[in-house]
Every structure is written in C-alpha cells, then in structure tokens.
C-alpha cells in the first residue's frame, strides 16, 4: 500500500498547485482591466484639457484681428514683431543661441519680466528648457522678435515650475533673438588666453679684471 500511496500523493499534491496558479492568475484580471480603466480615462481628461487651452488661446487671437498668428505643427501658436527677412539661417543643434525672453499668462499678466530672465544662452537641443522654446527658437531668424502662445502641454505642463507658473498654464512667451553661433566658435572666444612667462636670461657675470700695479721706483 505505501508503494502506490506515494504517487498517489505527488499527483494529489500537483493537482492542488496547478489550481493554486490558475487562482492567482485569475485574481490578476479584475487589476489590468482597472489599470487600463484608468489609462483611458486619464488620456481622455487630457484631451479634454487640451481642447479647452486650444479654444482661450483661440479665443486670445481672435480678439485682435489685427495680429497674425502662424500655427505650428507642434500645436502652438506665434506672431512676428520683428522679423529678419534678410537673413536665411536658424538656431540648430550644435549652435549657442543667446535670447532674452519674457513669459506672460493669457490675461497678459507678466509672470516673469525679460529682466528678471535675461540673459539667456542656450545650448541648441542639448539643455532641458520649455518645449514650446526648444521648438519655437529654432523657427527664428536673428534679431528676430516673435510672441509664442503655449498650450500648458507646451510650457510647463502639470507640475508647473513650483514658483509662479501654476498647474496646467497657457502661456503667452515672447521672444528675441540675440545672436547665435556655433558651439565651437563661442567656446573659441571664451577661452582665456594662457600668458607664457618667459624668464630672463641671465646677464653676464662680470669678471674683475686686476688693475696693473703702479711702478713708483722709475719715476
């Protein structure tokens, strides 16, 4: 009897683990289908959100005729108030772009005034700034002045800055652009010049030459 109770008991045993797993697995389901619950209502309170910036800065610019704004692929908005037509080359990864900037909500209220900003020198694609920025100064021509208007998605997003840029702000940025120039040509011209210090050579020993002894018998 012990010789067929043996197996009969690993058999017992593995049958009670197989509905152990299939249990668990089970249990599993109801928490994918809550996470993917949560996924889809999360990308559809954003959606929601972003449509309603859309419609103020929509809004925003069709309060002025007048103004001209250009609408990005990127899903942002601008207007020239000073432009370059003279010149044909933009910022691009590998240059230093030298701006000054300031950042307003859509009330036109100043959050952070250009003083309070400037200067700016930014390293083309390889700092962590503003998306909107990241994008927007790539468009422009030097001395080029342009007002961009950020879905919050754009600026800050969610967190904000955690100073005065609040959660999920639209901004109104305007921008002017200095000056931009290689990263090797603006590292050539802070580079400080290295003096080489030459010493002196050394001057000539002088060796006493002995004075011929004065003959005082013979005069």
């Known amino acids: 009897m012990l010789k067929f109770s043996t197996p009969i008991a690993l058999v017992f ?17 109801p928490l994918s289908q809550a996470s993917g619950s949560f996924m889809k209502k999360s990308i559809q309170r954003n959606k929601k959100l972003v449509a309603t910036e859309e419609d103020k800065i929509k809004a925003l610019i069709k309060s002025d005729p007048n103004i001209k704004y250009l609408a990005s692929k990127k899903g942002y908005w601008y207007t020239y108030q000073t432009r370059n037509e003279t010149d044909t080359l933009t910022p691009k990864k590998g240059d230093v772009a030298f701006f000054d900037y300031e950042i307003k909500d859509l009330k036109g209220a100043i959050i952070y005034s250009e003083i309070e900003l400037r ?9 962590n700034i503003m998306m909107g920025l990241r994008d927007g100064i790539k468009l422009m021509r030097k001395n080029e002045k342009v007002t961009f208007l950020f879905p919050s998605n754009m600026g800050y997003g969610y967190h904000g800055d955690d100073k005065k840029i609040g959660t999920n702000e639209p901004l109104i940025c305007t921008v002017t652009l200095r000056d931009f120039k ?8 802070n580079e400080v010049p290295v003096k080489t210090v030459i010493p002196a050579a050394p001057s000539k020993q002088q060796v006493p030459v002995a004075s011929t002894p004065k003959d005082t018998i013979n005069q």
């Open 182 to 189: 290689s990263e090797a040509t603006y590292k050539k011209e």
């Open 119 to 127: 200067p700016q020198i930014y390293y083309v694609d390889k700092q």
């Open 13 to 29: 045993f593995a049958i009670l683990v197989m509905s152990s797993c299939k249990q668990h697995q089970e249990a599993r389901r």
